[in-house]
């Protein structure tokens, strides 16, 4: 029986072989996209590698064990231990990576369904899709597209999310709360915990998909389609969330988080590259925050390299997801030119708001006639709200 972290380490290869593979799937629209599937892909790379060389090191620890206690037993034993190794070991990891597997194929048939326009084959999938008007609700689809969006938007993985079925939310902003000691039989000071309601307005993003129809009418191919739409509805959709997030959207009423954040937790770039500026951002939010990480751009990353390179004390750690300060760093596309990084705790400052099972999807093989193709057309409803930017700090670039 492998050990908890042989086990772990396990079932986070299949994890990152998934995303791998799914990765490869993805067609990208522009060299912006094409450069953020690779930066992941080299980062997911870089992890099966890690996860490798772990997994080897348990192997050899469960060899050593394996060695000890056979002097704790008999000829016989050890001769039965033997006997019982010559069969293979088969170890099945059942949950999520199967259970995606299966969704994918429930999506891709009803993907298929939808293009062909066959109303009796989506009636019979009646338990897994639901009409609304001209679209179709496929909740599979959903599941793999929203494990994208968990990896492919920095927003998404730092901020609070709420999940809705509504198209807006009213979420509390808690306040400072404090406590008291009390002696026994004395009665604990009551006291409301000062709120604040954040109102979050949900708006529709949306993709077009081209497919091919040699995919779409490949009775094998239904996952690979699945795959196809999810991700590129979830790499197009997470890169507007990161935009809207980080610069706003005056068109719907949402301030991007830079420019909320004040005069006062802004620190202008330094010239000695002596990690002094980031050190002054780390002191400048509020002390309530407690999940800190850096968002930066690739200027901003490369402003660290330097400073790691010339103090030799800014600390650089884990390649896949680079620590620094003991802060996790996370590069997004989406920061503004001239603002180089974030620091703070981003759940306390941002909340993002989503439909549950909110992703429609139309198909229509009328648009994409001439090139024999299907062209789905996948919408999604999200609503973002920088509600308190005192918790983050931003370094900007020097002037001239």
């Not at 509504?166 to 006291?191: H, L, Y």
């Not at 001239?338 to 198909?363: H, P, R």
Request: proline letters at 3%.
């Amino acid at each position: 029986m492998p050990s908890a972290k042989l086990a772990q380490l396990q079932d986070e290869s299949v994890t990152i072989e998934k995303e791998i593979v799914d990765l490869r799937a993805i067609e990208p629209k522009d060299d912006a996209e094409k450069a953020q599937i690779e930066e992941r892909l080299a980062e997911r790379s870089a992890r099966a590698d890690e996860v490798a060389k772990l997994a080897a090191k348990e192997h050899e620890l469960d060899a050593r064990l394996a060695s000890l206690r056979s002097v704790r037993t008999s000829d016989s034993d050890t001769i039965a231990t033997v006997e019982a190794r010559k069969a293979p070991a088969v170890h099945v990891m059942p949950g999520r990576a199967d259970k995606r597997h299966a969704d994918m194929e429930v999506a891709g048939r009803a993907l298929r369904a939808l293009a062909r326009r066959d109303v009796r084959e989506l009636r019979a999938m009646s338990g897994s899709t639901n009409s609304t008007g001209g679209e179709l609700v496929i909740p599979e689809l959903f599941n793999g597209f929203i494990d994208v969006l968990g990896y492919s938007s920095v927003g998404v993985q730092l901020a609070s999310l709420y999940p809705t079925s509504s198209n807006s939310i009213t979420v509390p902003k808690i306040g400072e709360v404090t406590a008291d000691f009390f002696n026994e039989n004395q009665a604990i000071t009551d006291a409301d915990a000062p709120t604040d309601d954040v109102e979050i307005a949900l708006h529709k993003l949306g993709r077009l998909i081209k497919v091919s129809n040699e995919l779409v009418e490949d009775a094998a191919a239904g996952v690979a389609l699945a795959q196809t739409v999810a991700n590129r509805l979830a790499m197009a959709i997470g890169k507007k969330i990161d935009e809207v997030w980080l610069q706003g959207s005056e068109a719907k009423g949402i301030d991007g988080l830079v420019g909320e954040i004040a005069e006062g937790n802004t620190v202008v770039q330094g010239t000695e590259n002596d990690g002094v500026d980031l050190a002054e951002l780390v002191g400048k939010i509020d002390s309530r925050a407690m999940n800190t990480a850096w968002v930066v751009s690739s200027a901003g990353w490369a402003h660290i390299m330097k400073a790691s390179v010339v103090t030799q004390s800014t600390t650089i750690g884990d390649r896949v997801l680079p620590v620094v300060m003991g802060a996790p760093v996370f590069r997004c596309l989406g920061l503004p030119a001239g603002t180089l990084a974030l620091y703070g705790d981003f759940s306390m400052a941002t909340a993002v708001a989503y439909k549950a099972n909110g992703l429609q999807i139309a198909a229509s093989t009328d648009a994409g006639f001439a090139n024999d193709q299907v062209v789905y057309r996948g919408t999604q409803r999200v609503g973002i709200a920088n509600h308190d930017a005192s918790f983050v700090a931003k370094l900007v670039e020097a002037a001239g």
